[in-house]
């Protein structure tokens, strides 16, 4: 099975700041790696699909990049509500998903 | 609107079965996998299983293998989750989620509320 690993495992970070959260693939998934965020009580809201495509409705202050086994995901000025933590998962395998281990992102 | 409802969760003892039910609305059912995952009390979000538009696929994480099976009714709008032997460590909050795409390599882009599993003797 492909492993999928986060890091750091979590973070503080300041409004405004600008935030990389990085996901590693255990072989290549050429893009097929999505990110989440999850908040306590919510449901998981899907951010990027396909590395890099942002999902309709979701900020343009996020961006995901990589290909192959490295991807990042980057917000580019942390907002009040982007306090929470992220998942990246593969799709590389059908049937067979992933999730990394997810990253924290608190308030500094 | 797309709305995923999970019922079927609750209280059960190690080793006995329990089966979950999402039932789905608000787009084409039969064009979309599903799937379920899962959130333990403080860990973080674990797939679990998912099914192909007709059936014809079907997955399961390593640590379920075996003992889940998934189903779908699609004249029903409806995906289900066989839970049999349960053990302690499948204590979650477990979700039903819609893939974009058909055939078990998409992305998640609509997920229930989730429904919770407790296994306790």
């Known amino acids: 099975d492909i492993q999928m690993t986060q890091s750091p495992s979590s973070l503080s970070a300041s409004v405004g700041d600008r935030v990389t959260i990085t996901c590693r693939a255990s072989q290549s998934i050429s893009r097929y790696l999505n990110w989440y965020q999850l908040k306590p009580g919510k449901a998981p809201k899907l951010l990027i699909y396909t590395a890099s495509s942002l999902q309709s409705g979701v900020p343009s202050r996020f961006s995901g990049s990589g290909s192959g086994t490295d991807f990042t995901l980057t917000i580019s000025s942390l907002q009040p509500d982007d306090f929470a933590t992220y998942y990246c998962q593969q799709s590389y395998t059908t049937l067979l998903f992933t999730f990394g281990g997810g990253t924290k992102v608190e308030i500094k | 609107e797309v709305q995923l409802v999970e019922s079927g969760g609750g209280l059960v003892q190690p080793g006995r079965s329990l089966r979950l039910s999402c039932a789905a609305s608000?787009?084409?059912?039969?064009?979309?996998?599903m799937h379920w995952v899962r959130q333990a009390p403080g860990k973080g979000l674990e797939w679990v299983s998912g099914?192909?538009?007709?059936?014809?696929?079907?997955g399961y994480a390593d640590i379920v293998k075996g003992r889940f099976t998934i189903s779908r009714d699609n004249a029903k709008n409806s995906v289900f989750l066989q839970m049999d032997s349960l053990r302690l460590d499948d204590t979650a909050l477990y979700y039903c989620?819609?893939?974009?795409?058909?055939?078990?390599?998409?992305?998640?882009?609509?997920w229930g509320q989730g429904t919770q599993v407790t296994v306790s003797s």
């Open positions: 608000g787009f084409t059912f039969d064009d979309c996998g």
């Open positions: 099914i192909s538009w007709n059936s014809g696929g079907k």
């Open positions: 989620v819609k893939e974009r795409g058909s055939e078990g390599s998409g992305w998640l882009d609509s």
